[in-house]
């Protein structure tokens, strides 16, 4: 009788394992996942079995995004992109890169007095990954996904380190999303003139919502349909600031938060485009 019942249960297990692999299959689809971490930026971009990682946020609720949007057999991730040294957007990828096989790293080569950046630079120095450093004019393919570096300049050097954040253009098929770290009003007004950003579908509104990083040269030349803002609940700072949220309103853009609603999943076939997965 007790035999029956380990087998029983062996068989519940199993049958388990089976629904969660189906529910977690891959479908054709794209989805940018700003993961709710908190006060910081962790986004994640899925298409079929690859991820491209960009930041890790401040802490390691990072791993709990990958869990939920990621199969559980996949542990590898094709991209990870630290957009710059500071710890609400690098430090969760210490984790990511002791549980995860990276294939290639992206970011800065800037140094930090920071000893939760040192470590990140260790995991990374021995874990085999391919680093990356990005410049402007840099185009990088991933499978079916475009990343065009937009910021910063080679050789650019700022005392504001939001100001040498990455930011790149995501283009799959006609679909087009900016990702903007934390990068300050004078990077986004020299964003504006560039011309590949019309018609941009998606922005990931500039540092958290800071009256200091979104300006509206670079909505008007945007002019996106979804922005969104990766942001910590009640956090000391007031972001968003209502300056930013007043400028997305006049513009009559959609705004997606996730303080509050939690992790924001945009999806698109390469044309149309819906919320959630």
Known sequence: MQIWKYLYITLILILSVIVMAIFQLPDGYLHIVACDVGQGDAILVIYKNI???TDGGPNNRVLECLSKHVPFWDREIELAISTHPQKDHYFGLIEVFKRYKVDNFLYNNVESGSVDYQVLKKEVGGSGTKVIRPHTGQ??????????????????????A????VVDLLKFGKFKAI???????????GLS?????????????????????LSEMLVKALYPQVAVISVGKNNIYGHPHKEILDLLGKYNIRVLRTD?????????DGEKYWIGK
């Open 179 to 189: 990702f903007t770290a934390d990068v300050e009003n004078k990077i986004s007004d």
């Open 162 to 165: 939001n100001n040498i954040g």
């Open 139 to 160: 185009v990088l393919r991933v499978g079916m996904i475009y990343l065009d570096i937009l910021n910063p300049d080679s050789g650019f050097s700022d005392p504001n």
């Open 260 to 268: 509050m609603g939690g992790d924001v999943i945009v999806s698109t």
């Open 193 to 213: 003139a560039l011309g590949e950003v019309e018609g941009v579908n998606y922005l990931k509104v500039n540092h958290h919502g800071s009256k200091n990083g």
């Open 51 to 53: 991820q491209i990682l």
